[in-house]
Structures are given as C-alpha cells and as structure tokens.
C-alpha cells in the first residue's frame, strides 16, 4: 500500500512516497500504524506526534488528503497523502505548533463559579463537550480562526507575518467556545461568571460564525448545535457592534 508524506524542514518541502508492508492480507492500518513502520523503516528522521494510541489525546492529528484526521483512528488507504494540519504552523514534518490555541485560553477560563469537577447535576450537553480530546480538527474552515492569519493559512504565509503563537492567538475556534460554553452549561457557574464566558467568547469573534455552514469535530461532537448556536442567541444583537469594531 503506497501513501505520500509531505516533510517540511527548513522552510522545504517534499513529498515522499512510502509503501506500507502489510502485516497481514486482511489489515486495515491506522494512518499512525504507517507513520510508526516508515519512520522504523524507510524514514528515521520523520518528526510526527503521538501520545495515548488509544483515541484519547488528539495530539497525533494531522492531515489526510488536506482534511484533519486523528491518525490514531484514520483508516490508511492506498494513495493517501499525509500532510501537517493546514491551520497551525508546522515546525517540522507533521510536527505542528499547538500552543498558541492552549495560551489564547489564559485567563478567560476563570469564573466567579467554583468549578464542577465532579460534574454535579450537569446537563446532557455539558457531559457531551467533555468528550473533546483537543485534536483541532476543527479549526479546518474556521473563518474566526483564519482571521489570525489574515483570511489565509499559517503555509500561504509569508515569512514573519504570522502572528507568535507564543502570545496566544488573538482570534478564537470552535475549541475556544467549547470550553467556555462548558462555562456557561455548568451548574457550579455564577451568572456573572457565565456572562464573563459569553463576553470572552464575543471578544475572541464570534460574529465570525454569523452564517458559518458549520464547524466539524474530530471525534462528532455536535459543535453547532451546542455550542455555536446557543452562544449566537445568547449574544444577539451584540455582535453586530463586534463586527463593526
């Protein structure tokens, strides 16, 4: 089964094409089954990441013929190409830059509530975003995410016009108003905490998903209907005057 690795060091690019020595005729490899064999085979220096193996951590995401999959749980198929996540800069092969996602959230996490650690008395759909394992699958078609990088992608990019990531990225993503929408779907919230969640949300762009066809989630959490949505109405009218600002 041949597949294409696009490896980016230095500024290049390439693309090499591995073929996958199946272990057994019946086999149907997981997309990280095929790095994991070309990186002990024909590839030692290929840079990629994983953590649990189990579909549990999101960090080996990457690119499938220019769609975020979660390699773990990706079926390989034959003429696949492999490829670092489009939306975040890539630092060596599918190596990708994740933190400024994680440094955006700094702060804006705080509420007057206590925190639910123990997820007491919580509606359905607050247990429903806990099922998010970070991979940023959905940051693919983001318009509020491609607003830190000017409407493109960090690879259209030219050279030192890419926001730092170490400052954390201005503009938010669907993971963004997940977490505060858990905020607001938490019954341990105050009501000035879960107004403190909506307005972080507005400031971060929200009116960026007025008229958005939809976000999509790595592992199929209803990102629209509960998460969007809600936060859309909760807002009103105040997003015309963040769109205008």
Same mark, same amino acid.
């Given at each position: 089964m041949k597949v294409?690795?696009?490896? +980016? +060091?230095?500024?290049?690019?390439?693309?090499?094409?591995?073929d996958y020595a199946l272990r057994h005729e019946t086999e149907k490899p997981m997309a990280?089954?095929?790095?994991?064999?070309?990186?002990?085979?024909?590839?030692?220096e290929l840079a990629f990441r994983y953590g649990c193996r189990a579909r549990n951590c999101g960090v080996c995401t990457?690119?499938?013929?220019?769609?975020?999959?979660?390699?773990?749980r990706a079926i390989a198929r034959d003429g696949d190409r492999f490829s670092p996540m489009a939306t975040l800069p890539a630092l060596s092969d599918l190596v990708v830059r994740r933190d400024g996602i994680a440094r955006q959230m700094r702060g804006r996490l705080a509420t007057a509530g206590q925190g639910n650690d123990l997820n007491v008395d919580a509606p359905d759909d607050y247990h429903a975003?806990?099922?998010?394992?970070? /991979?940023?699958?959905?940051?693919?078609? /983001?318009?509020?995410?491609?607003?830190n990088f000017d409407g493109g992608l960090p690879g259209d990019m030219a050279e030192g016009t890419a926001p730092d990531p170490a400052e954390g990225y201005r503009w938010g993503n669907p993971f963004s108003l997940l977490?505060?929408? +858990?905020?607001?779907?938490?019954?341990?919230?105050?009501?000035?905490g879960k107004q403190a969640a909506l307005d972080h949300?507005?400031?971060?762009?929200?009116?960026? /998903?007025?008229?958005?066809k939809g976000c999509k989630c790595g592992v199929g959490i209803d990102l629209m209907g509960k998460v969007v949505r809600d936060m859309v109405s909760a807002a009103?009218?105040?997003?015309?005057?963040?769109?205008?600002?």
């Amino acid at each position: 089964m041949k597949v294409e690795i696009v490896t +980016r +060091r230095n500024g290049q690019e390439a693309v090499i094409e591995f073929d996958y020595a199946l272990r057994h005729e019946t086999e149907k490899p997981m997309a990280l089954d095929v790095l994991l064999q070309a990186q002990a085979t024909a590839m030692p220096e290929l840079a990629f990441r994983y953590g649990c193996r189990a579909r549990n951590c999101g960090v080996c995401t990457i690119d499938i013929n220019g769609k975020p999959r979660v390699a773990c749980r990706a079926i390989a198929r034959d003429g696949d190409r492999f490829s670092p996540m489009a939306t975040l800069p890539a630092l060596s092969d599918l190596v990708v830059r994740r933190d400024g996602i994680a440094r955006q959230m700094r702060g804006r996490l705080a509420t007057a509530g206590q925190g639910n650690d123990l997820n007491v008395d919580a509606p359905d759909d607050y247990h429903a975003l806990t099922a998010c394992i970070e /991979c940023y699958a959905c940051l693919d078609k /983001c318009p509020m995410h491609a607003r830190n990088f000017d409407g493109g992608l960090p690879g259209d990019m030219a050279e030192g016009t890419a926001p730092d990531p170490a400052e954390g990225y201005r503009w938010g993503n669907p993971f963004s108003l997940l977490k505060l929408q +858990r905020i607001r779907l938490d019954p341990l919230t105050s009501e000035a905490g879960k107004q403190a969640a909506l307005d972080h949300a507005i400031d971060l762009g929200l009116d960026a /998903c007025v008229g958005c066809k939809g976000c999509k989630c790595g592992v199929g959490i209803d990102l629209m209907g509960k998460v969007v949505r809600d936060m859309v109405s909760a807002a009103g009218d105040r997003l015309e005057s963040a769109a205008g600002d």
